[in-house]
């Protein structure tokens, strides 16, 4: 990361630069070319408010002013007037500091796993929905699938499914479609290569249709997690409930 103090030099503009070089930030003077290349960390030096403050804070610098506060369009992350006490002062700076190089939080193991999912259902090749699942074990992901055609057959987007080419309205002539769902190829994927679902969550970025429950149901699957819910699924949460598996909706933020 960058760290740039801008304003006069005073004796609380070394004390915070030679702090940071102490932490292993090098030194950059205002006359060079900025480059992530040069290290990993810098401190960048210069008296005037840079006036180029948005590429500076888009280039990942984090924007401190040393000095008495002016009226000043620069937006900046910290000012630090010159009266305030040396302790203080490098404690602000590196507050800031560890938080920024923390980076943002961290996603849940809930968002973990539906991002992948997610991605999961870009593989698919079914020209309707695309849909994604992973099959989790004690937090690690022991199967994935997304919707498509059976392996070693063409692809539904190259025309091998006549259901879906056909554009079939929506849960009609479901028993003509060559497309396996997405939580169906997650479990047969599984015994395909020998690997046990019992006890696993899945977590689908739709909720299972009644074919899909049935098979997540007898596969020993424990509960499902889902992103959208399906619009006919009353008899599958039904058949849920009854089997004893947990089902639950986890809306991903940002789509
Ligand atoms: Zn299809
Ligand atoms: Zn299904």
């Not at 810098?42 to 924007?63: I, N, T, Y």
Request: glycine share 8%.
């Amino acid at each position: 990361m960058i760290v740039g103090l801008f304003g006069e030099d005073s004796h609380l503009t070394l004390a915070l630069q030679s702090d940071l070089k102490e932490k292993g930030f090098d030194s950059c003077r205002s006359d060079q070319p900025l480059t992530q290349e040069q290290s990993q960390h810098l401190v960048f030096r210069k008296r005037q408010a840079p006036s180029d403050w948005k590429s500076l804070r888009e280039a990942g610098m984090l924007l401190v002013w040393v000095g008495e506060p002016v009226e000043s369009a620069v937006s900046f992350d910290l000012v630090l007037a010159p009266a305030q006490s040396e302790g203080e002062a490098l404690e602000k700076l590196s507050r800031l500091v560890r938080r920024k190089l923390a980076g943002p939080p961290r996603p849940s193991w809930d968002e973990y796993f539906m991002r992948i999912a997610q991605v999961a259902s870009m593989r698919s090749n079914c020209i309707k929905r695309k849909v994604g699942a992973v099959v989790v074990k004690d937090r690690r992901i022991v199967s994935t699938g997304y919707n498509g055609t059976p392996r070693g057959t063409r692809n539904c987007n190259e025309g091998g499914c006549p259901r879906c080419s056909g554009l079939a309205d929506s849960g009609t002539r479901l028993d003509e479609c060559l497309c396996s769902h997405a939580e169906e190829n997650a479990i047969t994927q599984a015994a395909y290569h020998g690997t046990s679902v019992k006890d696993g969550c899945l977590y689908s970025t739709f909720s299972p249709c009644l074919m899909c429950a049935k098979m997540i149901i007898n596969s020993g699957i424990a509960e499902v997690v889902f992103n959208v819910g399906y619009p006919l699924n009353d008899s599958t949460f039904r058949l849920f409930e009854e089997a004893g598996i947990t089902i639950r909706e986890y809306r991903l933020k940002h789509p």
